[in-house]
């Protein structure tokens, strides 16, 4: 894995993985990531609603500002 490609580490530490590398593994793992490029496809409800409201507010809030690249 290569860092700032494949992941990156947020400012609380944790590793953080791109829409790149979600893209490489070819399926939604269920687990609600971030950058999941699926739409939550294996995410139960109300887990999915959950994660999409959460990445619509980081969003809006200028993702960027965390990672510039993804």
Excluded: Q
């Excluded at 400012?11 to 979600?22: E, K």
């Excluded at 939550?40 to 960027?64: C, G, H, M, Q, W």
Aim: charged share 25%; glycine share 4%; net charge negative.
């Amino acid at each position: 894995m290569i860092k700032d490609v494949d992941y990156y580490i947020d400012p609380n530490g944790n590793w953080v993985f791109t829409a790149a590398y979600h893209e490489a593994r070819g399926h939604c793992c269920g687990n609600a990531c971030l950058h999941c490029p699926f739409d939550y496809e294996a995410v139960p409800e109300p887990i999915k609603t959950r994660a999409k409201f959460i990445r619509e507010s980081l969003s809006k809030n200028s993702l960027d500002a965390i990672h510039p690249k993804d």
